[in-house]
């Protein structure tokens, strides 16, 4: 079974909502590795909507599992991410404009780009991940520029509206992993998964982390962060 990053952003999303300083995603991190969390996932956006950067340099000295900060390949976030040394970095797309991250990042059209950022940050001692769609395509050029991961975007599968486009997605899935395997990669998932669509991605052979942070807190705010994650850990055993 794959482990569980817990994605912590919605807990900024709170407190930002009214510019104060609770909810503290920091304490959420801390509960979150007690109820089993086996790593902590914050995106610094550009806008900062959410998380800010005083919360990632906090998490760098209280996460105890691992700290994987997502982040847009700048140059900016790239110098962030050199002085915070997070465990590692997913890069992913992002524009201003959207509610939240919609589709992979794409490798194949800036490949030259990417490869500087990725050089620059896994020279420094932080592993690389790619938040990319399960196309062979993609999968063969973050191998290329030579990330040590890369993260298959789980949204198309997530939305699908019924169960044969769903069985469709997790094949395209389930090859995207296993080509990633064959070509040296690591392989994680994750955006728009929730306790009743998870097993199936978790039940992917190879997969290494789902990370996973919406349904987690919604539970949250019905039943404590602590439960909620036990529970995702429990779905993602099938249990």
């Known amino acids: 079974m794959?482990?569980?990053?817990?994605?912590?952003?919605?807990?900024?999303t709170i407190r930002q909502a009214r510019r104060t300083v609770e909810p503290d995603p920091i304490a959420?991190?801390?509960?979150?590795?007690?109820?089993?969390?086996?790593g902590i996932t914050a995106h610094l956006r550009e806008d900062r909507r959410h998380i800010q950067d005083r919360?990632?340099?906090?998490?760098?000295?209280?996460?105890?599992?691992?700290?994987n900060l997502e982040m847009a390949p700048t140059d900016e976030m790239v110098a962030i991410a050199l002085e915070v040394k997070p465990d590692y970095v997913t890069l992913v797309p992002?524009?201003?404009?959207?509610?939240?991250?919609?589709?992979?990042?794409?490798?194949?059209?800036?490949?030259?780009?990417?490869?500087?950022?990725?050089?620059?940050l896994q020279s420094a001692g932080i592993p690389v991940s790619l938040f990319i769609d399960a196309e062979r395509s993609q999968i063969e050029a973050s191998?290329?520029?030579q990330a040590q991961f890369i993260e298959l975007h789980t949204g198309t599968y997530a939305e699908a509206p019924d169960e044969a486009s769903r069985a469709a997605e997790l094949e395209v899935l389930t090859h995207g992993c296993q080509?990633?395997?064959?070509?040296?990669?690591?392989v994680n998932a994750g955006h728009g998964l929730t306790y009743w669509n998870v097993y199936p991605v978790a039940s992917i052979p190879g997969m290494e982390e789902l990370?996973?942070?919406?349904?987690?807190?919604?539970?949250?705010?019905?039943?404590?962060?602590?439960r909620a994650v036990r529970e995702m850990k429990h779905a993602m055993r099938g249990e």
């Open 211 to 226: 990370n996973i942070g919406h349904t987690i807190i919604s539970r949250a705010a019905l039943v404590g962060l602590e």
């Open 179 to 186: 080509w990633a395997l064959s070509l040296g990669l690591r």
């Open 28 to 38: 959420a991190a801390v509960l979150a590795e007690l109820a089993g969390a086996d």
């Open 2 to 12: 794959p482990t569980l990053g817990v994605n912590i952003d919605h807990i900024a």
């Open 143 to 145: 191998a290329k520029i």
């Open 94 to 120: 992002e524009r201003r404009e959207e509610v939240t991250t919609e589709g992979g990042l794409d490798i194949v059209g800036q490949t030259e780009r990417l490869a500087k950022v990725v050089d620059r």
């Open 55 to 67: 919360d990632i340099r906090l998490l760098r000295e209280t996460v105890r599992t691992h700290l």
